[in-house]
């Protein structure tokens, strides 16, 4: 059974950091796109980065314009984990975030197959 598991959220003022942990389970994703979107109340659900996991040392990330220079995402094959660091935060970034996995990758949710059951950030001023 595939399984991607989120944990890393919580509250934190403005400015501070968060780092969250996606640990996927259940078959290799070697050469998959791994995702993090997220989702406020009452918005869609957006892009917020991508990270192409791979077996060799060397991936690619993409992030959304409104968290570039903030959030990095990396990984840890022997952990089957991805991160999201997120630096310098914002009330505007609290939403329920989600890790995905994906063949093709891209910004697109139905894009990606399989995803966490989500982790909650809020931000407070």
């Known amino acids: 059974q595939v399984q991607l598991v989120e944990s890393g959220g919580g509250l934190v003022l403005a400015g501070g950091s968060l780092r969250l942990s996606c640990e996927a389970s259940?078959?290799?994703?070697?050469?998959?796109?791994i995702g993090w979107f997220r989702q406020a109340p009452g918005k869609e659900r957006e892009f917020v980065a991508r990270?192409?996991?791979?077996?060799?040392?060397?991936?690619?990330?993409y992030y959304a314009d409104s968290v570039k220079g903030r959030f990095t995402a990396s990984r840890d094959n022997a952990k089957n984990t991805v991160y999201l660091q997120m630096l310098s935060l914002k009330p505007e970034d609290t939403a329920v975030y989600y890790c995905?996995?994906?063949?093709?990758?891209?910004?697109?949710?139905?894009?990606?197959?399989?995803w966490g059951q989500g982790t909650q950030v809020t931000v407070s001023t």
């Open positions: 995905a996995a994906s063949r093709y990758g891209g910004v697109i949710p139905t894009n990606y197959d399989y």
């Open positions: 990270i192409i996991w791979s077996s060799t040392t060397s991936y690619a990330t």
């Open positions: 259940g078959r290799t994703f070697s050469g998959y796109a």
